[in-house]
């Protein structure tokens, strides 16, 4: 149904696929759920500092359809279903504030400063509890080339492996002195190491065995280059929207078979081909359904964080054979954590970029694109859209804390002026500073919006 509206075939695609409705709740039960916990964790923290709250919207904005009370606060549904709010007593100096002790600006701004870090805070805890689910119940995701014996695919073009003299049908027998059978036992050896610097290898060749110490260097960041690349599937996984793939046809679940007739073997070798090939027309052999397509996709120029050049063509690839590896409780746990450090590093990483100007605000994601993600997750299984669920409830916890009038960090760094200056600001610069806010977020909106509308038109009409 979504793929159908993002190539143009029409809303009364709604109307004729079957489960589209389902499909639609299960989305939007989701996203309700991460703004909840988000609000829930404001609820909470202010309630424990003795903060009144006079109204949580359970779901949606507007006038109240229905709820109940509970001591000061009612909980209710509301007219517009979108997302969820909490109104403090005293939260702002737009209503009556009369100084109470059980309102929000009578409370000390450290405590203040809790309550407005809980949501996030809070969206950061559903992000790690979402991901131990899907390692608790399935276990992690792993591709099922991990379980082949560790012989050579090929080598990454003058790559540190390439230099060292290894080549295709290479077996690997022992790696940094840790004997390995399998690509799982490649990886292991590396486990622990700072960075991938060095390699120390013996593999047979040919019935006779040899070794050979292969040095990497400050630009070595995937370890296909310091041992070469396995032999594995590659599939695509993800398409952006209005890309040059999405342009040139590719679709997800298409299987690359072959770039300018060498063919492809490895997703490392796949990436290496098209980053190389920015600005010429790269010809794909790909499976789709059967059949098999010959494509052309011209790879687009882009800047790295370290100035390097290389081409893009908007997709994600990933290996076609994959399983879940079981895990303890104990490891999904520490899995679960350890994922989503990673996971805010890069997002954090990527709105740094932004602020630079080294990436492009296109690149955004508004309501009608998280939608279309999360229903396309949705479609592929419970464990992708539970993941996409705690991708975007990990989103929402660094937005928020963004220093941004109108959002909590915009509020903590309010707080902090506050506190250096060791008294609170006016009600009119309060005033001026939240319009400022609402200013950049409308700008903000209507950016992603039309990012969103853009990528639902068909890339054909965009040339």
């Given amino acids: 149904m979504l793929e159908a509206l993002q190539h143009g075939e029409g809303v009364l695609a709604l109307l004729s696929f079957p489960g589209t409705l389902r499909l639609i709740v299960i989305v939007a039960m989701g996203l309700t759920l991460i703004i909840l916990a988000h609000e829930w964790g404001h609820y909470i923290v202010a309630r424990l500092a003795g ?74 805890v559903c992000a790690v509890v979402l991901l131990f689910l899907i390692f608790a119940i399935y276990g992690i995701p792993e591709a099922t080339y991990l379980t082949k014996p560790a012989v050579l695919a090929g080598v990454l073009k ?20 840790k004997p390995v059978a399998t690509w799982e036992d490649v990886g292991r050896a590396f486990e622990g190491m700072q960075n991938l610097s060095r390699a120390d290898i013996v593999f047979e060749r040919a019935g006779g065995s040899e070794d050979v110490s292969v040095s990497g260097g400050p630009s070595t960041s995937r370890l296909t280059e310091l041992v070469g690349y396995p032999d594995e599937t590659v599939q695509i996984i993800g ?64 800047t790295l964080p370290d100035g390097r050049k290389v081409g893009r063509i908007g997709i994600q690839p990933g290996a076609a054979d994959s399983h879940y590896r079981r895990l303890s409780l104990s490891q999904a746990a520490s899995i679960s954590v350890s994922e989503i450090g990673s996971l805010t590093a890069q997002i954090c990483g990527t709105v740094w970029q932004l602020v ?108």
């Avoid at 359809?65 to 001591?71: I, T």
């Avoid at 300018?260 to 789709?288: C, T, Y």
């Fill in 239 to 302: 398409i952006v929207p209005g890309g040059p793939a999405d342009r040139a046809g590719l679709k997800v679940d298409d299987v690359v078979k072959a770039a300018d007739n060498e063919p492809v073997r490895s997703v490392d070798q796949f990436v290496e081909k098209i980053q190389g090939s920015a600005g010429r027309a790269v010809n794909l052999e790909i499976q789709r359904e059967g059949r098999t397509l010959t494509l052309s996709v011209k790879p687009v120029e882009e």
């Fill in 356 to 463: 630079v100007g080294r990436a492009s605000i296109q690149d955004l994601q508004g309501p009608v694109g998280i939608a279309r993600i999360s229903g396309q997750a949705a479609q592929r299984g419970v464990p992708d859209f539970i993941f996409v669920l705690a991708l975007i409830s990990l989103n929402l916890a660094i937005v928020n804390l963004l220093p941004i009038p109108m959002m909590d960090g915009g509020q903590l760094l309010l707080l902090g002026m506050e506190g250096a200056r060791r008294r609170d600001f006016s009600g009119a610069f309060r005033e001026h500073f939240l319009q400022v806010g609402i200013a950049l977020l409308l700008l903000l909106v209507v950016l992603v919006m039309y990012n969103d509308i853009r990528k639902l038109i068909p890339a054909k009409w965009l040339g």
């Fill in 51 to 124: 903060v009144r709250v006079e109204v949580f919207s359970i779901l949606g904005f507007g006038p109240r359809l229905f709820g109940w009370r509970r001591g000061d606060t009612d909980f209710r549904f509301s007219l517009v279903p979108l997302g969820a709010y909490v109104r403090m007593a005293g939260e702002s100096t737009e209503g009556e504030v009369a100084g109470a002790p059980d309102e929000f600006l009578s409370k000390a701004r450290w405590q203040r400063a809790l309550i407005l870090a809980a949501g996030p805070a809070m969206n950061v």
């Fill in 158 to 177: 003058n790559s540190p492996a390439a230099k060292a003299g290894l080549s295709a049908g290479d077996r690997l027998v022992s790696v940094n002195g």
